[in-house]
């Protein structure tokens, strides 16, 4: 199976998590003293491997053994005692090095390369475990070995995930879920060995189960916030029976607290979770009562333990205070997710708009010109019936004509929509204008009002945009004369060009006095040859040429720009 190679981000929150624990040991190791310090560069080291191990697993992974003994050896025969929080005297930043091995040999290597890398980060972290300072008892070790024991689990379960869902193309709902939450995963997998490591109380075990119920729910979070924090809200307020029941009477606390940081770190996580995604009352509920059952059950663990200090107005502050930075996260990105929503749904309608802009002016520009001769025709043919049946015969059959012309405009329109070329067309018919020439020719001829002069002086190459442009800004000027041009006579089409632009010029000589246009108008005919002209940088200008009739002017960039800051302002 080929493995993808790690992302650059998977990198940098490796390093960001080493580099965090190495600073707590680091902090460590400067408050116990002199003697603490010798196993840091044996700690920085290891890390050093496990970066390496980003690129090369089976190679970091044999490199941090090798260090984790040659660290061991040197803090045995020193006299270095290491104080960490970690696994009876290995510093976290190992531990955290051992696990990212784990993780990347079983990720990325072959099987037996894999089996044979954790066997070697296996030997070398029970070689510390036995052999560095600060071993006191037997049950000491006992734990440290269970805690070993189940951190491997967890990082082999984590690498055969990896693996497994590397290879797939698309990514599943639960591997989208795992590729958001695993800082947090990371986060307080963390905090819970903190926990088990530092707490000294028999029943440790039974006061974490409110927290492993809580990490669970923060985990899957995004997809149930509501829900999942009320059944962590349960799991937490149940968490100090389980507690009193382990210990046995209440006379008999002589235990010190155990401590529950990975709760709290839940529950704050769940907050958030809720007030970004959940409706405003259920948020408020659900998020009351999971800080309520938080305080209460952290009160009634103090309750049972003898040697516990009565610090419930300190800890009622302090859990205010992380109370207030979990809403204020929340609602920061639900804020955040407001406005990104509002800002898509703008652009959205935006797009939206102008494609409907687009495809009316398209429609206008298309089959306007063609039912527009169909309407003259048929008035024409209606007044000259009686007297030249001949000539509505002809009339007729310029009708036919227009039809047909009108109805496979309409089909290319329709097809363009959908997405599909239509049936016997080619990547060639369907440019926009292939010979801007002979399709000015061809709208001239097919125009049935007064007759029309023809000037052509266009270069051959002509850029799409443009010459589909300048065959609309024609054929839409020439629906207007004979939807609007009373009493015309002759019509002028003009198309010459300069050497930054064409200019397109249509004048009628009628008398200028508005007629009602055949079918109403839509007074869409201006406004869209205007649109179309300055959407690709050009200049627009409309209205009565002297000494009578009408005139329109548009001039095009022959090289394409883009839109000006505002083509909806008249000149």
């Not at 090369?56 to 260090?67: C, D, I, L, T, Y």
């Not at 298309?366 to 209606?382: L, N, S, Y």
């Not at 001949?390 to 009339?395: E, L, N, T």
Request: glycine share 8%.
């Amino acid at each position: 199976m080929t493995v993808p190679p790690v992302q650059p981000r998977t990198s940098r929150w490796l390093l960001t998590l080493l580099a965090a624990a190495f600073l707590v040991d680091v902090l460590l190791s400067v408050y116990a003293g002199r003697t603490a310090l010798g196993a840091l560069p044996g700690a920085a080291l290891t890390g050093l491997c496990a970066l390496l191990g980003a690129q090369k697993p089976a190679q970091g992974a044999v490199g941090g053994s090798a260090v984790l003994v040659m660290s061991t050896v040197y803090i045995r025969l020193s006299g270095t005692s290491p104080d960490s929080i970690s696994l009876n005297d290995i510093l976290l930043t190992e531990v955290a090095s051992g696990v990212a091995l784990v993780v990347l040999v079983i990720w990325r290597t072959r099987p037996l390369i894999a089996a044979f890398s954790t066997a070697s980060l296996v030997g070398a972290a029970l070689f510390a475990t036995f052999l560095r300072t600060g071993t006191s008892s037997s049950f000491s070790e006992l734990r440290t070995l269970q805690l070993g024991a189940l951190i491997l689990v967890g990082s082999i379960v984590i690498g055969v995930y990896l693996r497994g869902v590397s290879g797939r193309r698309t990514e599943t709902e639960l591997g989208s879920l795992v590729r958001r939450q695993w800082p947090l995963a990371a986060a307080l997998a963390l905090m819970f060995f903190v926990d088990l490591r530092l707490g000294d109380a028999p029943g440790q075990i039974f006061a974490l189960g409110g927290a492993v119920i809580a990490a669970v729910c923060a985990f899957f979070g995004p997809r149930a916030p509501v829900t999942l924090s009320l059944i962590a809200t349960i799991g937490i307020a149940l968490s100090p029976f389980a507690l009193y029941l382990s210990t046995g009477l209440l006379p008999s606390r002589t235990s010190y607290e155990p401590l529950v940081v990975t709760e709290v770190a839940a529950a704050m996580s769940l907050i958030a979770f809720t007030v970004r995604w959940a409706p405003r009352w259920p948020a408020v509920f659900s998020s009351s009562a999971l800080a309520v059952a938080t305080f209460l059950a952290l009160k009634l663990r103090g309750f049972l333990y003898a040697n516990s200090n009565d610090r419930g107005d300190q800890l009622g502050l302090f859990l205010a205070f992380l109370l207030v930075v979990a809403v204020a996260t929340g609602m920061y990105f639900r804020s955040r997710d407001r406005e990104r929503t509002q800002s898509v749904r703008s652009a959205v309608t935006g797009a939206q708009q102008s494609e409907r802009l687009a495809l009316a002016r398209e429609l206008h520009d298309v089959v306007a010109h063609h039912v527009t001769g169909i309407v003259v025709q048929a008035q024409a043919a209606k007044l000259v019936s009686d007297k030249d049946p001949q000539i509505a015969v002809q009339a007729l059959a310029k009708i036919e004509t227009s039809g047909v012309e009108a109805l496979k405009a309409m089909r290319f329109l329709v097809a363009s929509m959908r997405g599909a070329k239509p049936a016997g067309t080619s990547a060639a018919t369907e440019q926009a204008t292939t010979d801007l020439t002979a399709d000015l020719t061809a709208v001239v001829e097919h125009f049935s009002g007064p007759p029309v002069r023809l000037n052509l002086d266009v270069p051959q190459v002509v850029p799409q945009e443009v010459g589909r442009s300048v065959l609309r800004l024609v054929q839409e000027s020439l629906t207007n004369v004979g939807k609007h041009a009373l009493g015309a006579t002759a019509v002028i089409v003009e198309v010459t060009t300069s050497l930054s632009e064409i200019h397109v010029r249509v004048a009628d000589n009628g008398t200028g006095r508005r007629q009602n246009p055949v079918g109403g108008s839509g007074g869409y005919g201006l406004v869209g040859m205007r649109e179309r002209v300055e959407l690709l940088g050009g200049r627009f200008a409309a209205g009565p040429a002297d000494p009578v009739g009408w005139q329109v002017d548009a001039w095009l960039p022959v090289e394409e720009e883009g839109p000006r800051d505002d083509p909806r302002t008249d000149r």
